[in-house]
Structures are given as C-alpha cells and as structure tokens.
C-alpha cells in the first residue's frame, strides 16, 4: 500500500504562488499516475491536475490550466504541484492521489491512494 504525505501549503496573498509536494512511500512510484485535487468547506472534491507514470502527459481542468503546473521526480518518488496566479477561490484543502494503471484519470473514484491533505488559503 503507498502512503502519500503533502506538504507546502499555507497562507499566500492573492496573485501569489506556493509550490505542494507530494512524497510517495512506494520506491516504485513510477508504476503510478498522480493526481491533485481539492476540497473547499461546503463543496465537493475537484480534480486539480494529473499526470502521467513518465510525466510527459499531464491534464487540467480550465479553472487552474495556464497557472497550475503538475510535475514529477520518480527518482525521489514525488509529486508537485506549481500554482501560480493564486486567487481566492482556489482556497480548499489540496489532496495528492495515486492510482495503479497507464491512464490518467480526473475521477476521484479511480485513485486508490490518498494523502492526508494540506490547506492551501489564498487571501489579502
């Protein structure tokens, strides 16, 4: 079972930027697509970003895409997560997810693997 632990987040003024990690227990992190998402107080989750085992293909939904960037280091078995141009509405707890397979996946249900969260609060 992999155990995934974010860190990174916290306080930022509109227009900033904050940089999550990701770190993946599993030494064979590559045989795993990651994947972002949020939760804000009162809403359900949304898929953020993901990328693929090599990290060549990576996804977006159009509320973060040009501002959010998804990468990884299968060599430190980690995940990170760039967010640029933050806003206020981007404030939520952000979740680093995992799941077996060759496909990426904006569906919360298709990862098998959750970290614990961290919160992320975007204002002035």
């Known amino acids: 079972q992999v155990q995934l632990v974010e860190s990174g987040g916290g306080l930022v003024q509109p227009g900033g930027s904050l940089t999550l990690s990701c770190a993946a227990s599993?030494?064979?992190?590559?045989?795993?697509?990651m994947g972002w998402f949020r939760q804000a107080p009162g809403k359900e989750r949304e898929f953020v970003a993901t990328i693929a085992r090599g990290g060549v293909t990576t996804y977006y939904p159009d509320s973060v895409k040009g501002r959010f960037t998804i990468t990884r280091d299968n060599i430190k078995n980690t995940a990170y997560l760039q967010m640029n141009s933050l806003k206020p509405e981007d404030t939520a707890v952000y979740y680093c997810?995992?799941?077996?397979?060759?496909?990426?996946?904006?569906?919360?249900?298709?990862?098998?693997?959750w970290g614990q969260g961290t919160q992320v609060t975007v204002s002035s």
């Open positions: 599993d030494r064979t992190s590559i045989n795993y697509v």
């Open positions: 997810a995992a799941r077996r397979g060759t496909y990426i996946s904006t569906l919360a249900n298709e990862y098998e693997y």
